[in-house]
């Protein structure tokens, strides 16, 4: 049962830290280690059990018929197992958020809010690349994700890692592996009441 209590305490832990980490207005993630800290005070619980009770039982069992005294009140070792259980989960998550702190090198650092998509002030980039799924066609449209190389902002070039994924017509086909210079605007992928969009293709990297 420890275990169990253990493991629930672990995934109750992640998301109390998600609520935390989120609540902190926190953006980049702490140290990914930090999980390990509370783990490893786990084997010092044991030494809470060689504690006498506080109190003594009510009932008294025959020990010589193979009988343990009933404890009194919670364990304390299984409850600072459980504690510190909780706290690696919210230190793991605060290590690895649904969505990690993006650098220059990212891609995904020039976004623009989906507020701004439309707006003519907004500022273009062209990503260099190649199309790094086989594109999907419906109706007048393809859709397909470009793995990016490099990115040009304000005439500046540096190289970048990511992923964008771009819908455009079918006028002009393109291919599996082929290069391409794309210009637009990078947009954050939208919120749904109940479903992140960002969160998922964050995942999926």
């Not at 540096?158 to 017509?169: H, M, N, S, Y």
Request: hydrophobic share 45%; glycine share 8%.
């Amino acid at each position: 049962m420890a275990l169990l209590y253990g493991a629930l305490a672990y995934m109750v832990g992640i998301i109390l830290g998600r609520i935390l980490f989120d609540a902190a207005g926190l953006e980049c993630p702490l140290p990914g280690w930090l999980w390990l800290a509370p783990l490893a005070f786990l084997p010092l619980t044991t030494l809470l059990k060689r504690k006498p009770p506080p109190v003594p039982p009510s009932l008294r069992w025959p020990v010589s018929a193979g009988f343990n005294a009933p404890a009194a009140g919670i364990n304390p070792a299984l409850l600072a197992a459980v504690v510190l259980c909780a706290a690696a989960g919210a230190l793991r998550y605060a290590g690895q958020p649904f969505t990690p702190c993006w650098s220059p090198a990212d891609l995904a650092y020039y976004n623009l809010p989906s507020s701004q998509a439309f707006e003519r002030s907004a500022p273009k980039v062209t990503v260099t690349g190649f199309i790094d799924s086989y594109p999907l066609v419906a109706d007048v449209k393809q859709e397909f994700v470009v793995s990016a190389g490099t990115i040009e902002v304000d005439g500046a070039s540096q190289p970048v890692a990511g992923k964008v994924r771009l819908t455009t017509g079918i006028r002009e086909r393109y291919l599996y592996g082929q290069p391409v210079h794309v210009t637009g605007r990078l947009v954050t992928p939208p919120e749904f009441e109940d479903f992140s969009y960002r969160e998922y293709l964050a995942r999926k990297g």
